[in-house]
């Protein structure tokens, strides 16, 4: 995989299957953990909220410090591979100590362990996406790539969240046999992953020709206004998602009155996502990938903007929502990921340095920032607006600011990056222009 060579099938199937097991691990932390700890083992909700504050605090400080190291940090056996391979371990550990506590376990015991597993899990995830960055240099081959590890992703939130209902029916209920389960399937998942991954496929060829500082580069960073511009409209995008994802269970089960559905809902949701990769890919090849993602955003508007006049006992017809913007979750999967490869690119021919790390974990920083904006935002809105059900508080105001956030909200966030994005500098011709620079200075290099 070096030069213009594209992986080979088995190359992006071995890349991109790790992420199945890292998507399991990723949604009952975030999902039933906080539930299981408050419920099953007593600690009040202010406790819990109080120490997974603290752990996403902690895990969005160590991106940027992460994303540097794993550029920095070059070992014989690869600083991608050794990063992704040495990271992981931690990460199922703290896994398993999050997922199966003592029985006596409190807020210290969730506030360390889940910190050692979201900053381990950090150190797993910035390196193999910026793996998956460097697998491949061409425009249309960088899609490809990031397809097989998002769509492996998607794969393992539906199975994470079928887990949730087949386990119980095998005759083990309560969510500390779901965890337990899902703690299993995360270590045996991982060690086979991973370790088929670092040890069969070759470390990506390092482009770095030359070294800055740490002044120089983020005086570089400043100057990559495609960078500035796609991570704006990431942000922007981010947070448009991150309001529908909050709010989706209360949505369905409080506005729809279809409790029962939530589930089903929300597999079909990312199924349609699993299948609209394909279409978006060809989209890209026919178009360009900022231009199909902007397609993309377009299409989630369009199906968003038919949720506010959903009420009660109209599940059925919510379910084309989920499927047009199900559809639509390829393109934010695919396409924004595969264009910050290219932005990569821009560094990389700038500076002689290959950063791919610091780029992405930058990326995961205004990720996480996003979510936690939407959480922030739409809880205290809704409390004011008379929407509280754990106080049994649903007036029509609530219920009408809920549907507002839900569907309104995101649909003005995604307008402002299709704006941003739907000119983007960067297609096909210029980022092959960026390899040439790229390469004829890796060239020059070798013969110094």
């Not at 083990?172 to 496929?201: D, R």
Request: hydrophobic letters at 55%; a positive charge; charged letters at 10%.
């Amino acid at each position: 995989m070096s030069g213009s060579a594209e992986p080979t099938i088995k190359q992006l199937f071995l890349y991109g299957f790790p992420a199945l097991p890292l998507a399991v691990l990723t949604l009952p932390f975030y999902i039933l953990v906080p539930s299981f700890y408050a419920k099953e083992l007593g600690l009040s909700l202010a406790a819990v909220g109080s120490a997974l504050l603290l752990v996403r605090l902690l895990d969005a400080l160590s991106d940027p410090i992460i994303g540097v190291l794993a550029d920095r940090w070059r070992p014989a056996f690869g600083r991608r591979r050794s990063w992704f391979a040495l990271a992981s371990i931690p990460a199922v550990i703290a896994a398993w100590f999050v997922f199966v506590p003592a029985h006596n376990a409190g807020t210290q015991y969730l506030a360390f362990w889940g910190a050692i597993l979201s900053i381990s899990w950090t150190a797993a995830t910035v390196p193999y996406a910026a793996w998956g960055a460097e697998i491949s240099t061409s425009y249309t081959g960088r899609a490809r790539v990031v397809a097989w590890r998002e769509s492996f992703g998607v794969i393992g939130t539906v199975l994470a969240l079928s887990a949730t209902a087949i386990v119980p029916l095998l005759g083990f209920p309560g969510q500390g046999s779901i965890l337990l389960a899902l703690a299993a399937c995360v270590a045996i998942g991982v060690l086979i992953s991973v370790g088929a991954a670092v040890t069969i496929l070759p470390e990506p060829p390092d482009d770095t020709t030359s070294q800055i500082s740490f002044r120089q580069g983020l005086a570089h960073l400043r100057e990559n206004r495609p960078f500035l511009r796609l991570l704006s409209a990431f942000f922007l995008n981010g947070c448009g998602n991150g309001f529908p994802a909050t709010l989706f269970l209360f949505f369905v089960t409080d506005r729809l009155q279809a409790e029962s559905s939530a589930g089903p809902l929300l597999l079909l949701y990312f199924f349609c996502g699993i299948i609209g990769v394909p279409f978006w890919l060809w989209l890209a090849r026919k178009t360009s990938k900022h231009r199909a993602w902007a397609i993309g955003m377009v299409m989630a508007c369009v199906c968003f903007s038919a949720a506010p006049f959903l009420a009660s006992g109209q599940a059925g017809l919510f379910a084309l929502v989920c499927v047009g913007t199900g559809l639509s979750l390829g393109a934010d999967l695919v396409l924004a990921p595969a264009i910050q490869a290219d932005v990569i690119d821009v560094d990389t021919a700038n500076t002689g340095t290959q950063r791919a790390g610091l780029y992405f974990a930058l990326w995961g920083f205004a990720t996480k920032l996003a979510l936690a904006l939407a959480v922030g935002l739409a809880f205290p809105l809704l409390s004011w607006a008379g929407f509280d059900p754990a106080n049994h508080m649903r007036t029509d105001f609530g219920l009408q600011t809920l549907a507002a956030l839900y569907a309104i909200v995101p649909i003005v966030l995604k307008i402002g990056a299709i704006g941003l994005i739907w000119n983007f500098p960067i297609d096909a011709e210029a980022q092959a222009k960026l390899r040439q620079r790229i390469y004829a200075k890796n060239e020059f290099a070798r013969r110094q």
